[in-house]
């Protein structure tokens, strides 16, 4: 009799469980970006997936869509432009690579969760209004991690991982690779390495 009342007990709990997880799956949303311009040779390296072992590349052009595991690849001379909600553009440059670690979109609550990884060559974000306070955009490099909530910022990363953070509007929040915590101000800029070390830039 205690067993049966146990597995009840255990049964009662997995389709608790099972209940809130599905409405959490219908809550957050992946966060979709748009391509709105592009120039020359850009194109979307996608992940492995079920039924495919290998990277995949596809050209992007206007009305592209990019998804969260993706990472774009700008040839020479070349760059694109991409559109979030809330306002969030990001201009790539060329002989770049970005990778769209996160990108998610609470329905609820109205905020987004993106992470960004810069590995080479040049990135400016304009974030055209304030974020929602519970959103969170980073976008990190070999050698730091900027956080922002409404600002316009721009990251160059040299093949070493020097990586040059420049504010041009609002603030940036940064922790350098020793952990270190910065804030920048518009005007602000520094250089920093991947061993931790940073200069500020006059």
Same mark, same amino acid.
């Given at each position: 009799?205690?067993? !049966?009342?146990?597995?009840?007990?255990?049964?009662?709990?997995?389709?608790?469980?099972?209940?809130?997880? *599905?409405?959490?799956?219908?809550?957050?949303?992946?966060?979709?970006?748009?391509?709105?311009?592009?120039?020359?040779?850009?194109?979307?390296?996608?992940?492995?997936?079920?039924?495919?072992?290998?990277?995949?590349?596809? @050209?992007?052009?206007? =009305? *592209?869509?990019?998804?969260? =595991?993706?990472?774009?690849?700008? !040839?020479?001379?070349?760059?694109?432009?991409?559109?979030?909600?809330?306002?969030?553009?990001?201009?790539? !440059? @060329?002989?770049?690579?970005?990778?769209?670690?996160?990108? *998610?979109?609470?329905?609820?609550?109205?905020?987004?969760?993106?992470?960004?990884?810069?590995?080479?060559?040049?990135?400016?974000?304009?974030?055209?209004?304030?974020?929602? @306070?519970? *959103?969170?955009?980073?976008?990190?490099?070999?050698?730091?991690?900027?956080?922002?909530? !409404?600002?316009?910022?721009?990251?160059?990363?040299?093949?070493?991982?020097?990586?040059?953070?420049?504010?041009?509007?609002?603030?940036?929040?940064?922790?350098?690779?020793?952990?270190?915590?910065?804030?920048?101000?518009?005007?602000?800029?520094?250089?920093?390495?991947?061993?931790?070390?940073?200069?500020?830039?006059?």
């Amino acid at each position: 009799m205690r067993l !049966g009342s146990l597995a009840l007990l255990l049964g009662l709990v997995a389709l608790t469980l099972l209940i809130f997880g *599905s409405i959490e799956t219908l809550r957050i949303a992946p966060l979709i970006a748009k391509v709105v311009e592009v120039k020359g040779d850009v194109v979307a390296v996608l992940p492995p997936k079920a039924g495919r072992k290998q990277t995949l590349e596809r @050209p992007l052009k206007v =009305g *592209s869509l990019v998804l969260a =595991g993706t990472t774009v690849k700008t !040839g020479k001379d070349s760059f694109v432009v991409l559109n979030w909600v809330d306002d969030v553009e990001m201009r790539i !440059g @060329p002989e770049t690579q970005l990778k769209v670690t996160r990108s *998610s979109f609470n329905k609820a609550t109205k905020a987004i969760d993106a992470l960004f990884r810069l590995n080479l060559g040049a990135v400016f974000v304009n974030l055209k209004r304030k974020l929602n @306070p519970r *959103s969170r955009l980073e976008l990190e490099t070999p050698a730091i991690t900027a956080a922002v909530r !409404g600002t316009a910022y721009e990251v160059e990363v040299k093949p070493n991982g020097e990586t040059i953070l420049q504010v041009k509007r609002g603030t940036v929040a940064v922790k350098t690779a020793k952990g270190q915590e910065l804030q920048l101000t518009a005007g602000g800029a520094i250089v920093a390495r991947p061993d931790g070390d940073v200069s500020f830039v006059k």
